[in-house]
């Protein structure tokens, strides 16, 4: 393949990473829509647990990762980890979004509503919202530097505020049980087959969002030489 | 130390003495507070039972409002004058501009709130001059103007920042708006500070929380 | 008037650009900048408009962070030591810097308490004096014409009696009084062992009043040496 344009891309890494990432995720489809045995009581659209549970997991170390970055960037001022903090975002946002609208598909056959309020969907959403916060920051900044500063401090806030919107939803809830009901709360042991395919797909889903944040953020890093290469020729 | 509180105390008395010259921010957040109350006066059915219900939320969303009005304002004219950059070029750290500004947002929108408890009265029959509400939307508010002072210092920067500033704030804040309707609501029902004590734990938690990390963080929106 | 004279400070240069560079997106402002400046003299910034002189000064004065390259402040870098470099740095940029609202004697008590001025009303009249704006200390800036605020603003950048003082084309707007009042303020100070950078327009009156002359063009110094080895006419020739 000759169409990646930039030479610090190790060649033969990332095609090995996407490669493996491929084929795990092709077991993982089988194992999710065709190994694992349906759920007694919600039916085949319980498969979707298998996605939602792994993306919103992965989700949440991204953003972990993303307020980590931020604080290293504002410490250090190197922009390396700006870059990397921003493409994790950039790949924590879209697995997130997975994360709830698999969700929703889940929760309006079984439940009847397509979202309630519970402690953890609360918690995902405002995360959500924040992050999306921390990308339109950087476009409204009007430097690189800016952008960086700007997101970082988002990053850092609003990851912060996760566990406190958390317990805040979950003392919520105890005021108001009847109105909350969710595909996540509390279900009993789960079958030990369907404990694998969860295991497994988390191990996939992270594995895709590393693959995709090394590419992103490769993408990003040749965009930065790029810049460093037009100001030298500038002057 | 002594230097820090009464630079913070200056740039305080400072903003206040403009503002009771100017009345810029206060009346626009008074209207709106006003306007946002009435208009969900008639969002709803007036069934006595419909509007204890939402009585709570309506407040703090009333509040909530205005507050992002005052927190807009608040750095623009700064901004405008350059006065801004003749408080980065003087020796006082940023914590002190965060703190003498949060401060004075907070006593303006502080003032608003209440202001229109009476309003809140009339309008809603709402059991609010409550000394626990008092305390209740204190805490909040604090909390809310010292996360929104610095998403404020950002916002300004910008030229969308009334899209900015409501995009960043008010997700940072929905802890904040949770444990101030639910408190307010066992308040109105007269229930006991055993009641609702928790909330008013994670109210004081957050605002640690928010203070620390505004104060840290505040000095490099500065930065250009 | 009572400047803080450095003849025992810590550094023997007042200030020292290294290799500071300056990038806003695509456009360079300031390409590896390099100078220094001795106490006691008036540095004259000269350059076309766009040639980095108001980005250089704002530098210097921490309100633009450098993206390469130090700067020393009496020795200090100004990274590292930024309450102490402020406290002996005035600015005078292109904005008033002025609170609008508020009267002429309550902008300069302000800053005076954010500086932590000791003495705060005998300095205040002092500089009320200087500036030929006691008459109007009551009144609200927004009131005034745009040569007594920009007096009000020269003299509220002297309030902590700075060692280093920056002046970003500190002639705009003034009246004739106001330029010979201006003047007069900058020999006393540069007299009494503080440094002066001041960037201007005029070539004529900037040549005069320089004791040494920094020529940027394009972000880049091409000339840095003392006033009188450069002629009114080479100064001209260079700043095309």
Same mark, same amino acid.
């Given at each position: 393949?000759?169409?990646?344009?930039?030479?610090?891309?190790?060649?033969?890494?990332?095609?090995?990473?996407?490669?493996? @990432?491929?084929?795990?995720?092709?077991?993982?489809?089988?194992?999710?829509?065709?190994?694992?045995?349906?759920?007694?009581?919600?039916?085949?659209?319980?498969?979707?647990?298998?996605?939602?549970?792994?993306?919103?997991?992965?989700?949440?170390?991204?953003?972990?990762?993303?307020?980590?970055?931020?604080?290293?960037?504002?410490?250090?001022?190197?922009?390396?980890?700006?870059?990397?903090?921003?493409?994790?975002?950039?790949?924590?946002?879209?697995?997130?979004?997975?994360?709830?609208?698999?969700?929703?598909?889940?929760?309006?056959?079984?439940?009847?509503?397509?979202?309630?309020?519970?402690?953890?969907? @609360?918690?995902?959403?405002?995360?959500?919202?924040?992050?999306?916060?921390?990308?339109?920051?950087?476009?409204?900044?009007?430097?690189?530097?800016?952008?960086?500063?700007?997101?970082?401090?988002?990053?850092?806030?609003?990851?912060?505020?996760?566990?406190?919107?958390?317990?805040?939803?979950?003392?919520?809830?105890?005021?108001?049980?009847?109105?909350?009901?969710?595909?996540?709360?509390?279900?009993?042991?789960?079958?030990?087959?369907?404990?694998?395919?969860?295991?497994?797909?988390?191990?996939?889903?992270?594995?895709?969002?590393?693959?995709? @944040?090394?590419?992103?953020?490769?993408?990003?890093?040749?965009?930065?030489?790029?810049?460093?290469?037009?100001?030298?020729?500038?002057? | 130390?002594?230097?820090?509180?009464?630079?913070?105390?200056?740039?305080?008395?400072?903003?206040?003495?403009?503002?009771?010259?100017?009345?810029?921010?206060?009346?626009?957040?008074?209207?709106?507070?006003?306007?946002?109350?009435?208009?969900?006066?008639?969002?709803?059915?007036?069934?006595?039972?419909?509007?204890?219900?939402?009585?709570?939320?309506?407040?703090?969303?009333?509040?909530?409002?205005?507050?992002?009005?005052?927190?807009?304002?608040?750095?623009?004219?700064?901004?405008?004058?350059?006065?801004?950059?003749?408080?980065?070029?003087?020796?006082?750290?940023?914590?002190?501009?965060?703190?003498?500004?949060?401060?004075?947002?907070?006593?303006?929108?502080?003032?608003?709130?209440?202001?229109?408890?009476?309003?809140?009265?009339?309008?809603?029959?709402?059991?609010?001059?409550?000394?626990?509400?008092?305390?209740?939307?204190?805490?909040?508010?604090?909390?809310?103007?010292?996360?929104?002072?610095?998403?404020?210092?950002?916002?300004?920067?910008?030229?969308?920042?009334?899209?900015?500033?409501?995009?960043?704030?008010?997700?940072?804040?929905?802890?904040?708006?949770?444990?101030?309707?639910?408190?307010?609501?066992?308040?109105?029902?007269?229930?006991?500070?055993?009641?609702?004590?928790?909330?008013?734990?994670?109210?004081?938690?957050?605002?640690?929380?928010?203070?620390?990390?505004?104060?840290?963080?505040?000095?490099?929106?500065?930065?250009? | 008037?009572?400047?803080?004279?450095?003849?025992?400070?810590?550094?023997?240069?007042?200030?020292?650009?290294?290799?500071?560079?300056? #990038?806003?997106?695509? #456009?360079?402002?300031?390409?590896?900048?390099?100078?220094?400046?001795?106490?006691?003299?008036?540095?004259?910034?000269?350059?076309?408009?766009?040639?980095?002189?108001?980005?250089?000064?704002?530098?210097?004065?921490?309100?633009?962070?450098?993206?390469?390259?130090?700067?020393?402040?009496?020795? /200090?870098?100004?990274?590292?030591?930024?309450?102490?470099?402020?406290?002996?740095?005035?600015?005078?940029?292109?904005?008033?810097?002025? %609170?609008?609202?508020?009267?002429?004697?309550?902008?300069?008590?302000?800053?005076?308490? /954010?500086?932590?001025?000791?003495?705060?009303?005998?300095?205040?009249?002092?500089?009320?004096?200087? %500036?030929?704006?006691?008459? %109007?200390?009551?009144?609200?800036?927004? #009131?005034?014409?745009?040569?007594?605020?920009?007096?009000?603003?020269?003299?509220?950048?002297?309030?902590?009696?700075?060692?280093?003082?920056?002046?970003?084309?500190?002639?705009?707007?003034?009246?004739?009084?106001?330029?010979?009042?201006?003047?007069?303020?900058?020999?006393?100070?540069?007299?009494?062992?503080?440094?002066?950078?001041?960037?201007?327009?005029?070539?004529?009156?900037?040549?005069?009043?320089?004791?040494?002359?920094?020529?940027?063009?394009?972000?880049?110094?091409?000339?840095?040496?003392?006033?009188?080895?450069? #002629?009114? !006419?080479?100064?001209?020739? !260079?700043?095309?």
């Amino acid at each position: 393949m000759s169409f990646w344009p930039a030479k610090n891309l190790n060649w033969s890494k990332e095609h090995f990473l996407i490669l493996f @990432t491929g084929l795990i995720g092709l077991v993982n489809l089988w194992m999710i829509f065709i190994w694992v045995p349906t759920e007694r009581s919600m039916g085949l659209v319980q498969r979707l647990f298998y996605i939602h549970v792994p993306t919103v997991w992965v989700g949440f170390i991204a953003f972990g990762f993303v307020a980590l970055a931020s604080a290293l960037y504002l410490f250090e001022r190197d922009s390396k980890w700006d870059r990397r903090a921003s493409a994790t975002a950039e790949i924590g946002l879209i697995l997130l979004s997975v994360s709830m609208a698999s969700g929703a598909m889940w929760a309006k056959p079984v439940w009847g509503t397509w979202w309630t309020w519970d402690p953890k969907l @609360t918690s995902v959403f405002v995360l959500w919202v924040i992050f999306i916060g921390y990308l339109m920051v950087r476009v409204y900044a009007s430097s690189m530097r800016q952008a960086a500063t700007w997101s970082s401090i988002v990053g850092i806030i609003g990851f912060a505020n996760v566990p406190i919107v958390y317990l805040a939803s979950m003392w919520w809830r105890s005021l108001h049980p009847e109105l909350v009901t969710g595909p996540l709360s509390e279900s009993g042991a789960l079958h030990p087959d369907m404990r694998t395919v969860l295991y497994f797909s988390t191990f996939v889903f992270l594995v895709l969002f590393l693959s995709l @944040t090394q590419l992103r953020l490769s993408m990003k890093n040749s965009e930065e030489e790029f810049e460093k290469f037009h100001k030298e020729l500038l002057t | 130390m002594r230097l820090f509180i009464s630079s913070a105390l200056a740039i305080y008395i400072k903003d206040l003495r403009i503002e009771l010259r100017t009345r810029e921010s206060i009346l626009s957040i008074l209207f709106f507070a006003l306007l946002t109350s009435f208009i969900f006066r008639f969002a709803f059915d007036p069934n006595p039972k419909v509007m204890e219900a939402v009585g709570p939320g309506i407040v703090w969303v009333a509040f909530l409002f205005a507050g992002v009005i005052a927190l807009s304002h608040s750095f623009v004219s700064e901004r405008d004058q350059g006065t801004l950059q003749a408080l980065m070029i003087s020796p006082i750290p940023p914590e002190v501009i965060l703190v003498g500004k949060a401060a004075s947002i907070f006593t303006i929108i502080f003032i608003v709130e209440l202001i229109m408890l009476p309003v809140f009265v009339i309008l809603y029959d709402l059991p609010i001059l409550d000394v626990w509400f008092g305390i209740i939307a204190f805490l909040t508010t604090l909390g809310f103007v010292s996360v929104g002072t610095l998403f404020s210092a950002i916002a300004s920067h910008t030229r969308s920042r009334e899209l900015l500033l409501p995009l960043l704030f008010l997700p940072a804040i929905i802890p904040l708006l949770i444990a101030a309707v639910a408190s307010t609501n066992l308040i109105f029902q007269g229930s006991e500070i055993q009641d609702f004590s928790k909330w008013v734990q994670l109210l004081l938690l957050y605002d640690a929380i928010s203070i620390v990390l505004s104060s840290i963080l505040f000095g490099y929106v500065l930065e250009d | 008037m009572g400047f803080s004279a450095n003849k025992d400070s810590i550094s023997d240069k007042a200030l020292k650009a290294l290799n500071v560079s300056r #990038t806003f997106g695509r #456009t360079k402002a300031l390409n590896k900048v390099n100078f220094e400046a001795k106490w006691g003299i008036k540095l004259g910034i000269f350059g076309p408009n766009g040639a980095g002189k108001s980005t250089l000064l704002k530098v210097l004065a921490g309100i633009s962070t450098p993206n390469d390259g130090k700067i020393e402040i009496a020795g /200090m870098d100004l990274k590292e030591s930024r309450a102490r470099s402020n406290r002996i740095t005035g600015y005078v940029g292109h904005q008033p810097m002025l %609170f609008q609202n508020l009267t002429v004697i309550e902008n300069l008590i302000f800053f005076a308490k /954010m500086y932590g001025v000791p003495n705060i009303f005998t300095q205040i009249e002092s500089l009320l004096d200087q %500036f030929k704006i006691g008459d %109007f200390r009551n009144q609200r800036v927004s #009131t005034l014409s745009n040569g007594m605020q920009k007096r009000v603003t020269i003299a509220r950048s002297l309030i902590h009696s700075p060692s280093i003082l920056l002046l970003d084309e500190p002639e705009t707007g003034l009246d004739k009084n106001g330029i010979e009042i201006l003047d007069q303020v900058i020999d006393n100070i540069a007299n009494s062992g503080s440094v002066v950078l001041m960037s201007t327009h005029d070539l004529t009156r900037g040549l005069e009043l320089s004791n040494d002359v920094l020529v940027i063009n394009n972000g880049d110094v091409v000339f840095n040496d003392s006033a009188n080895t450069i #002629t009114d !006419l080479r100064l001209r020739e !260079l700043l095309v």
